[in-house]
C-alpha cells in the first residue's frame, strides 16, 4: 500500500507576532516607574517646603466679621489707609498699634468702630483758641513724628484728610492738654506711644464714640485714663 504522509501543519504567520508584541511591554512600564517616582519626589518636596514656611499671620480684626460684611469692610478701608505710613515709635507703626490696640481689642465692640468711621472734622477739631495755646507752647508741634503718627490713626479710621486733621487739631501726640500747665512733647518713646494712642481714644470719646478710653484704659474719665495710660496700663 502506499503509505499517505501527514503534511506538517504551518504555524500561522500571526503566532510570531503575537509572540513578539509582549517585547515593548518593559519600555512602557520603565516609563510609568520614572513618571511615578518623579511624581512622589515633587510631592516629598513640596510637602518638605510648606513645613519649612511660617504660619500666615492672622489678619487684624477678621474675626469680627467678613470682607462681605459692614463692619469687615470698614476695617479693610481703615487699614489701607495705613499701609504708606513708616513712623515707629517704640517698636510700633501706626498700622500696628492700631491693630492690636483696636482691631483685636475684645473690648472694642464693632458698633464703635463703625461709629468711628463716621466721624467729621468738626467732632475732633480743636478751638481755635486752644490752637493758638498750643503752638505758643510747642511751635513745632505739627512736625513731630508724634504728631504725625496720631494723625495718621485718626485719619485711616474716620477717611479726614491728614493735613486738615493737623491743621484743626496741632495738640494731636501732645501730652497734656491746652489751657492747662501741663502741655509738652514727651521726650520718650514709651510715652509718646502711650499719648498717641490715649489722644486717639480720648479725641473719639469727645467726639461721642462713648466708652472707647474705658475699652482700651479700663476706665472713661478722662483724665484717670490718662493716668492709666501714663503709667503704662491698657487693656490691649
Keep these: 500500500m502506499t ?3 501527514n503534511r506538517p501543519t504551518a504555524v500561522p504567520p500571526a503566532a510570531s507576532s503575537r509572540t513578539q508584541a509582549p517585547a515593548a511591554q518593559p519600555a512602557r512600564t520603565n516609563q510609568v516607574t520614572q513618571v511615578s517616582r518623579a511624581d512622589v519626589l515633587n ?3 513640596l510637602a518638605r517646603v510648606r513645613s519649612t514656611q511660617p504660619p500666615a499671620a492672622p489678619v487684624a480684626g477678621a474675626w469680627r466679621g467678613g470682607p462681605n460684611t459692614e463692619v469687615g469692610r470698614a476695617i479693610q478701608t481703615m487699614r489701607a ?8 515709635i517704640k517698636g510700633d507703626t501706626p498700622s500696628s498699634l492700631f491693630d492690636r490696640a483696636i482691631l483685636d481689642n475684645k473690648h472694642v465692640t464693632n458698633a464703635q468702630i463703625l461709629e468711628m468711621s463716621k466721624v467729621k472734622l468738626e467732632q475732633l477739631a480743636t478751638d481755635p483758641k486752644d490752637r493758638a495755646k498750643v503752638l505758643e507752647k510747642v511751635p513745632n508741634a505739627r512736625e513731630l513724628p508724634v504728631h504725625q503718627f496720631t494723625v495718621a490713626m485718626l485719619s485711616a479710621v474716620t477717611g ?5 486733621l493737623s491743621e484743626a487739631c496741632p495738640d494731636l501726640g501732645l ?3 491746652p489751657g492747662t500747665p501741663l502741655l509738652y512733647a514727651a521726650k520718650t518713646e514709651r510715652m509718646q506711644r502711650s499719648t498717641a494712642l490715649h489722644d486717639f481714644t480720648d479725641y473719639m470719646r469727645g467726639a461721642g464714640v462713648k466708652g472707647m ?4 484704659w479700663g476706665v472713661e474719665n478722662r483724665i484717670l485714663s490718662a493716668i492709666v495710660s501714663a503709667a503704662g496700663g491698657g487693656r490691649y
Design 175 to 177: 501730652t497734656g492738654a
Design 3 to 5: 503509505s499517505i504522509r
Design 81 to 88: 489707609r495705613l499701609q504708606d505710613v513708616n513712623i515707629t
Design 213 to 216: 478710653n474705658k475699652a482700651v
Design 160 to 164: 479726614i484728610d491728614r493735613a486738615a
Design 43 to 45: 510631592r516629598a518636596e
